[in-house]
């Protein structure tokens, strides 16, 4: 059974720095992308970027790049997201997800229970 | 800048009904386009995919159309437990563009 799990909720002040994680299990791990998500309060799905575990190939929405940073442990088949320096509007779900084809773009056929970051001083 | 408008933005419908929502993109996405189910404190969960392939297990009273750039997803007959929002995702451009969402809501 194809499993993503992530890491719990987080609660944070502004200005601190995080790192959430997702761990895949129930397939080749390596030989597919993991995507990230984000979902503000009451509001639609934004892809972030997007990370290959094979070769720590990354790719970032021009909205997000700069602003947080995708990395992955392909030897504990996790995959993280990080920021640096956390901002009140970070406040969200975070969900990551798998994509369906390996190579070619493709859309996303599981995906992780979601992590609830909540920034506030 | 790339766009994947979804509409409507909410929907009311009874148990029973044939339901249809649309999405369109700014510019041609081919046929790479995908519907997304997400209930409330939930993930998305994938329904269609390359804008008409029903994911496996998704019921068959979902189906996709379209290419280009206009794409419809549609419920033939509504379900107690299909009251959700969906969601489209194009795939065809690097930045994998989600529409905004509608929400289909008991009448």
């Known amino acids: 059974e194809v499993r993503l799990v992530q890491s719990g909720a987080e609660v944070k002040k502004p200005g601190d720095s995080l790192r959430i994680s997702c761990k895949g299990s129930?397939?080749?791990?390596?030989?597919?992308?993991i995507a990230w998500v984000r979902q503000m309060p009451g509001k639609g799905l934004e892809w972030m970027g997007i990370?290959?575990?094979?070769?720590?190939?990354?790719s970032y929405s021009p909205s997000f790049e700069g602003q947080v940073t995708i990395s992955v442990d392909k030897s504990i088949n996790t995959a993280y997201l990080q920021w640096s320096s956390l901002k009140a509007s970070d406040t969200a779900i975070y969900y990551c997800?798998?994509?369906?084809?390996?190579?070619?773009?493709?859309?996303?056929?599981?995906w992780g229970q979601g992590t609830l970051v909540s920034v506030s001083s | 800048d790339f766009q994947m408008t979804q509409s409507p933005s909410t929907l009311s419908a009874s148990v029973g009904d044939r339901v249809t929502i649309t999405c369109r993109a700014s510019?041609?996405?081919?046929?790479?386009l995908a519907w997304y189910q997400q209930k409330p404190g939930k993930a998305p969960k994938l329904l269609i995919y390359?804008?008409?392939s029903l994911q496996t297990g998704v019921p068959s009273r979902f189906s996709g159309s379209g290419s280009g750039t206009q794409f419809t997803l549609t419920i033939s007959s509504l379900q107690p437990d299909d009251f959700a929002t969906y969601h489209c995702?194009?795939?065809?451009?690097?930045?994998?563009?989600f529409g905004q969402g509608t929400k289909v809501e008991i009448k």
């Open positions: 510019q041609s996405i081919r046929s790479s």
């Open positions: 990370i290959y575990p094979g070769d720590s190939e990354t």
């Open positions: 997800a798998r994509q369906l084809r390996g190579a070619a773009a493709g859309p996303f056929d599981y």
């Open positions: 390359d804008a008409s």
């Open positions: 995702q194009q795939y065809n451009t690097f930045s994998r563009t």
């Open positions: 129930g397939y080749s791990f390596s030989n597919s992308w």
